[in-house]
């Protein structure tokens, strides 16, 4: 093949038929690159004879008749995507949730110990306060206050 003439025929020769699984891969994948209802662009779409002599007036490019056919025979052979495409900011976000998750955990473990903690200590007090009131009733019922049971503390304490 040497010049427009020769490659213009192969372009024409080429058999570009699809098979019906072939033509619905091909228009699922035109609608991802083109869009639903996006406008027509001279960069991703065939230009029109018009077209073609208003924006390159001194080289005009090769287009053969079967220019489209022949774009759909070459979408044909895009591999189907494998797995799901996972981005480095999605990664980095799943990351950064990971470890607040873990901090939470960290941060209410501690927090419900020291809520235990706080009333334990209050429950150690209202006791310790019942103590000093029984005894005091005790003395004022007539109990010795120099008795050594009257100031020993329970055991805990």
Not at 93 to 112: F, G, H, N
Not at 126 to 134: A, I, M, S
Not at 139 to 157: H, N, Q, T
């Amino acid at each position: 093949m040497t010049g427009k003439a020769d490659l213009g025929e192969y372009l024409r020769n080429l058999d570009t038929s699809l098979t019906p699984e072939q033509r619905l891969r091909v228009d699922k994948l035109k609608r991802r690159i083109n869009g639903v209802n996006s406008p027509r662009s001279l960069y991703r779409d065939i230009p029109t004879p018009d077209e073609i002599d208003k924006h390159f007036s001194e080289n005009p490019p090769l287009i053969p008749e079967n220019a489209q056919e022949l774009i759909d025979y070459a979408l044909s052979f895009i591999p189907p995507r494998e797995g799901r495409r996972g981005s480095r900011k999605k990664k980095r976000y799943q990351l950064k949730l990971l470890a607040k998750e873990k901090q939470m955990r960290v941060y209410k473990t501690q927090k419900v110990e020291a809520n235990l903690k706080r009333l334990a200590k209050s429950k150690k007090q209202r006791e310790l306060v019942r103590l000093y009131k029984e005894r005091t009733v005790a003395v004022m019922d007539g109990a010795d206050p120099r008795s050594a049971d009257i100031y020993a503390l329970p055991k805990g304490y």
